[in-house]
């Protein structure tokens, strides 16, 4: 079974500092890894993924992820934060393979840009 | 449609009367899953869909929960007898088909608080 840890559930950082989101996860088989972004009100939006091939994988709105396997973490990084980031991101892990289709999710880190 | 249609976007119910939820997905998109969205709990998976396969139940936390898609389009989830800790965001997904890799797409959620 896989499991997620985000370590933070609440990040706060002033408006053009860079951020840090931390992921954990459990797995005893390769995964494919993704970030979710949660505006208020609103559903989850995919802002990048891991799927195979560079560690190093760019999404949307200038974030992006490192992939490493030794140390089982996904983290999220980006180098400058704007007001508009405020939101709550979700880590989550699948099984790759035909027929994976149940991402398993982390409990979300809140994060908030102050200006 | 354009996105993932779920309504109502609030319901407020009494403990022990059934609920209906409703989940409109993306036109073409042949898979549908339904999540839970708990206060700090992160997103729970309920059920799933693929064309005409029979659905992946095994996330529904109890026999008072079920869901039926009908027609390979829209899905309805049904509470029954609903309890204070059936409040919660539900959230519904599609994708093009029954593989992570293609993306969720996720509707703006229903939320349910029980009264």
């Known amino acids: 079974a896989q499991s997620v840890t985000q370590l933070d559930s609440q990040v706060p950082v002033f408006e053009e500092a860079p951020v840090e989101l931390r992921c954990n996860y459990s797995?005893?088989?390769?995964?494919?890894l993704f970030w979710y972004v949660q505006y208020p009100n609103q559903g989850l939006q995919l802002l990048l993924k891991?799927?195979?091939?560079?560690?190093l994988v760019k999404g949307i709105n200038g974030f992006e992820a490192e992939f490493n396997k030794s140390q089982t973490s996904f983290h999220l990084r980006k180098p400058s934060v704007h007001i508009s980031d405020t939101a709550e991101y979700f880590c989550?892990?699948?099984?790759?393979?035909?027929?994976?289709?149940?991402?398993?999710f982390g409990k979300g880190t809140k994060l908030s840009v102050i200006p | 449609g354009a996105g993932v249609s779920q309504s109502p976007s609030n319901k407020v119910t009494e403990k022990g009367k059934d609920v209906e939820l409703r989940c409109d997905p993306i036109?073409?998109?042949?898979?549908l899953y339904w999540y839970r969205q708990s206060l700090g709990q992160g997103l729970e998976f309920l059920i799933y869909?693929?064309?005409?396969?029979?659905?992946?139940k095994s996330g529904l936390p109890s026999d008072r929960f079920s869901a039926e898609r009908t027609g390979g389009s829209v899905s309805t989830l049904t509470i029954q007898r609903t309890q204070q800790e059936d409040s919660a965001v539900y959230l519904c997904?599609?994708?093009?088909?029954?593989?992570?890799?293609?993306?969720?797409?996720f509707g703006s959620g229903t939320r349910l608080t029980v009264v």
């Open positions: 989550a892990v699948s099984r790759p393979g035909a027929g994976s289709y149940q991402l398993t």
């Open positions: 797995s005893s088989v390769s995964v494919y």
């Open positions: 891991y799927l195979s091939g560079s560690t």
């Open positions: 869909f693929q064309g005409n396969s029979a659905p992946d």
């Open positions: 997904a599609s994708s093009l088909a029954g593989e992570v890799v293609y993306g969720y797409t």
């Open positions: 036109s073409g998109h042949t898979a």
